[in-house]
């Protein structure tokens, strides 16, 4: 069965540094999307991306952040300098479609991300 | 702005009983309502959704939910949990109208199974 697949599934960096979180979305899919959950909170939306742009951003995704898709498969999220409280868990997901007609999200399991 | 919450944060069952999870919305249209499980290394999987029509829906793994409109409620329920039902879960509302398919989560309920 297809699956959305994420690495590392563990991360640790310095704050201050970049890092680059990868996805690779289910093949047919067209949308994707990022969500975080920071350990303890609820699962937030940060960003939707369709036809190499952002479709749907929230305040979350500051100028820190950026995704790209860039080649066929990948989907990435940049966090240009991370701070401590970018530590939290990703989730990369993807759909068939979106806009005003549903299609189930499928998410990946997550990559940790741990800001010292 | 659509909100979920999810009033419990850890509930431990037995094995072989009943199981409710609570859910309640703010959203000022007819939600899309869903309900979603993590298990531990694992992605978020989708159990069960509400668009419209029958308000009580069921989903894989023998769970369901009933949609109350007048308890802005979507709360999931299963007759008897298996000890592999321990997990996180997550009720989320989706807009899908107009455009966009962001869902917004509550904070999840810890489900510990008792043998």
């Known amino acids: 069965e297809p699956e959305v697949t994420q690495t590392p599934s563990h991360q640790v960096t310095q704050m201050g540094q970049e890092v680059i979180l990868r996805c690779v979305p289910i093949?047919?899919?067209?949308?994707f999307y990022w969500y975080r959950q920071i350990l303890g909170q609820k699962v937030e939306f940060l960003v939707s991306?369709?036809?190499?742009?952002?479709?749907?951003k929230s305040e979350i995704f500051d100028d820190q952040f950026s995704v790209e898709r860039p080649d066929g498969s990948n989907f990435t999220l940049k966090i240009r300098s991370t701070k401590l409280e970018d530590s939290a868990m990703y989730f990369c997901?993807?759909?068939?479609?979106?806009?005003?007609?549903?299609?189930?999200?499928?998410f990946g399991p997550g990559t940790r991300l741990t800001v010292l | 702005a659509q909100s979920v919450t999810q009033p419990d944060i850890h509930i431990t069952v037995s094995e072989g009983a009943s199981l409710e999870l609570r859910c309640n919305y703010s959203?000022?249209?007819?939600?899309?309502l869903f309900w979603y499980v993590q298990s531990p290394g694992q992605g978020l999987q989708l159990l069960l959704k509400?668009?419209?029509?029958?308000?009580l829906v069921q989903g894989i793994k023998g769970f369901e939910a009933e949609f109350k409109r007048s308890q802005s409620s979507f709360n999931l329920r299963k007759p008897s949990v298996h000890w592999s039902d321990a997990a996180e879960y997550f009720c989320?509302?989706?807009?899908?109208?107009?455009?966009?398919?962001?869902?917004?989560f509550g904070t999840g309920t810890q489900l510990k199974v008792e043998l």
């Open positions: 997901a993807s759909s068939e479609q979106g806009g005003s007609s549903y299609n189930e999200q499928f």
């Open positions: 093949s047919n899919h067209l949308y």
């Open positions: 991306f369709y036809n190499n742009e952002i479709s749907e």
């Open positions: 959203y000022g249209a007819t939600p899309y």
């Open positions: 509400y668009f419209s029509g029958d308000t």
């Open positions: 989320a509302v989706g807009p899908f109208t107009g455009g966009g398919n962001k869902l917004t």
